[in-house]
């Protein structure tokens, strides 16, 4: 079956301008998530989605960050007056639902974003 | 609190080896702790994971053991072949919250022929 997939695979921009990334998670699951990954680093949580809304966005570095799922599905990050140090590969994962006792997360490839 | 921390950042083992990744924790309320495999350009991959209430769960040559007390758990890939080469990232979660997943920082491990 299809995974969760993320487009575009890589994304060259220049700082100062708007991105959007967006995050196909597997059919039917609920809960979706957003990491990001800097290089040699590990992935460090930016924000939660539950169906539509957004549970938990704790991880969101400031306010150029913004995500959306409006209709509990597809769902797209955005990113403000992009800087250098967004430069990162953007990870999208889900979830059957939350609260489940093993919270599986089945990850996409990720977007590269390059942040010139 | 929120830490997870992983080592060594970097191993090496010949074709037929054990390897061996350590994490430790501080957070008491975590209760999940997953291992992920990432090859590159790639999604990290769940490969096992563990609930606190057993000391060792088994899958196949991959073990995980679990030292409540120490707040440390271990990865045990045994018989380590080359197509194991990847970054294994360890992690930890409340079941019941949001669900994120605290990574620790990675450890890319190479087998040798």
């Known amino acids: 079956g299809a995974g969760v997939s993320q487009t575009p695979s890589n994304k060259v921009t220049e700082k100062g301008k708007y991105v959007e990334l967006r995050c196909d998670p597997i059919?039917?699951?609920?809960?979706l998530y957003w990491y990001r990954q800097s290089l040699g680093q590990g992935p460090e949580f930016l924000i939660y989605f539950q169906g539509t809304g957004a549970a938990d966005d704790s991880g969101l570095p400031n306010d150029r960050f913004f995500a959306v799922r409006p209709e509990g599905s597809v769902s797209t990050l955005k990113i403000q007056r992009t800087e250098r140090g967004d430069s990162a590969v953007y990870l999208c994962a889900s979830s059957p639902r939350r609260g489940l006792v093993y919270n599986e997360q089945f990850f996409g490839p990720g977007t590269r974003l390059t942040v010139l | 609190q929120q830490q997870v921390k992983q080592s060594p950042q970097s191993l090496i083992v010949q074709k037929g080896g054990i390897s061996i990744i350590n994490c430790a924790y501080e957070?008491?309320?975590?209760?999940?702790f997953p291992w992920y495999q990432q090859f590159p350009g790639k999604g990290p991959a769940l490969l096992i994971a563990?609930?606190?209430?057993?000391s060792e769960k088994k899958e196949g040559r991959f073990t995980i053991s679990f030292n409540k007390s120490a707040k440390q758990f271990s990865l045990h890939i045994m018989d380590s072949q080359p197509g194991d080469s990847a970054t294994y990232f360890c992690?930890?979660?409340?079941?019941?919250?949001?669900?994120?997943?605290?990574f620790g920082q990675g450890t890319t491990l190479q087998v040798k022929p």
């Open positions: 059919s039917g699951h609920t809960a």
């Open positions: 957070n008491t309320a975590f209760d999940y």
């Open positions: 563990i609930r606190p209430d057993v």
């Open positions: 992690a930890a979660d409340i079941s019941g919250n949001t669900g994120k997943l605290i």
